[in-house]
């Protein structure tokens, strides 16, 4: 089964020196159990352009369209053979990022 692990972040900063390190041996980790599809960090909201072209409406909004402090600001998308699994994953991942993490199945 697939996962998507979301790193919900409540900063605009990027994850500094120890936790790149601990991000990277997750990584590593992942991709030597066979559990690493792929993952990325990403900007703020603020960086974000929210597009609507349903019908051709052609609206462009600056900015996320949520305006919460905490925010995505990374994910993981990974294999596990099950949802325990999956939970295991993602609070490791938790740990690794120094962030909270959302864990949803992947439906595709």
């Known amino acids: 089964m697939k996962y998507i692990i979301f790193?919900?972040?409540?900063?605009?900063?990027?994850?500094?020196?120890?936790?790149?390190?601990?991000?990277?041996?997750?990584?590593?980790?992942?991709?030597?159990?066979?559990?690493?599809?792929?993952?990325?960090?990403f900007n703020h909201g603020e960086a974000a352009t929210?597009?609507?072209n349903r019908s051709d409406a052609g609206i462009v909004t600056e900015g996320s369209l949520y305006s919460q402090p905490e925010h995505y600001s990374g994910f993981w998308i990974i294999e596990a053979e099950d949802h325990q699994t999956a939970l295991k994953l993602a609070a490791a991942g938790?740990?690794?990022?120094?962030?909270k993490v959302e864990l949803r199945p992947y439906l595709r």
């Open 7 to 41: 790193v919900v972040a409540d900063q605009t900063e990027r994850a500094g020196g120890n936790e790149m390190a601990a991000i990277d041996e997750f990584n590593d980790m992942l991709q030597d159990k066979g559990h690493w599809i792929t993952a990325a960090g």
């Open 50 to 52: 929210v597009l609507d």
């Open 94 to 99: 938790s740990k690794a990022c120094n962030r």
